[in-house]
């Protein structure tokens, strides 16, 4: 399953790479989505102790939460992940962004 092929839903949970400060992602958050376009999808989280709105955009969706058909758990996020971009999924490992249970 890719970003390109997959149909994203509000009900799902979605994980991306985020960075307050901004730059290069150095957290990644997991979250359901409040509104998605043709190429973005509008998350509301907390990070830290701020309420954040932030458009991200499709093609940088890492994973999607998937409890029956996922094979990766992500340490800091419960349940099972279906990755969804492979390319950014080995960045963030290697980055420390993102650990394995």
Do not use: C
Not at 62 to 90: M, P, R
């Amino acid at each position: 399953m890719s970003v390109n092929t997959y149909e994203f839903a509000t009900e799902q949970r979605y994980m991306f790479g985020f960075n307050y400060n901004g730059g290069a992602p150095t957290d990644v958050i997991v979250e359901t989505p409040s509104l998605i376009n043709d190429t973005q999808i509008l998350f509301h989280f907390l990070h830290g102790h701020h309420s954040l709105g932030e458009f991200i955009n499709k093609s940088d969706i890492i994973a999607v939460g998937d409890d029956k058909n996922g094979t990766v758990g992500v340490k800091g996020w419960s349940g099972k992940y279906v990755i969804l971009n492979e390319k950014l999924f080995n960045q963030y490992k290697k980055t420390g962004a993102l650990e394995l249970k």
